[in-house]
Nanobody
Framework: VQLQASGGGLVQAGGSLRLSCVVF????????MAWYRQAPGKQRELVAG???????NYADSVKGRFTISRDNAKNTVYLQMNSLKLEDTAVYYC?????????WGRGTQVTVSS
């Protein structure tokens, strides 16, 4: 199983980035997908989730700025990040989960500068 995240980079505060995570080796449409992030010195936290049913959930800190979506035909989950803030700087990880099985990608770095 592989989860390949991309789209991170350096962006100025107020800017936008779109993360993508392509998943190989599982039946993607059967898995709940999510994005997590981990900033230096902090615990990994849930950013946004999109279960198989399609309803989404977000951390309070990103509500109204980030949008998670999935394309089951492309085995891909996305995270559109707008109005980025300095505190959004972190490594972003995609996650796939079904019952007791869960898988992580390697992460992609997002750095927001002032």
């Amino acid at each position: 199983v592989q989860l390949q995240a991309s789209g991170g980079g350096l962006v100025q505060a107020g800017g936008s980035l779109r993360l993508s995570c392509v998943v190989f080796g599982i039946i993607f449409r059967l898995y709940d997908m999510a994005w997590y992030r981990q900033a230096p010195g902090k615990q990994r936290e849930l950013v946004a989730g999109i279960p198989t049913g399609g309803s989404t959930n977000y951390a309070d800190s990103v509500k109204g700025r980030f949008t998670i979506s999935r394309d089951n035909a492309k085995n891909t989950v996305y995270l559109q990040m707008n109005s980025l803030k300095l505190e959004d700087t972190a490594v972003y990880y995609c996650h796939a989960m079904k019952f007791k099985a869960d898988f992580w990608g390697r992460g992609t770095q997002v750095t927001v500068s002032s």
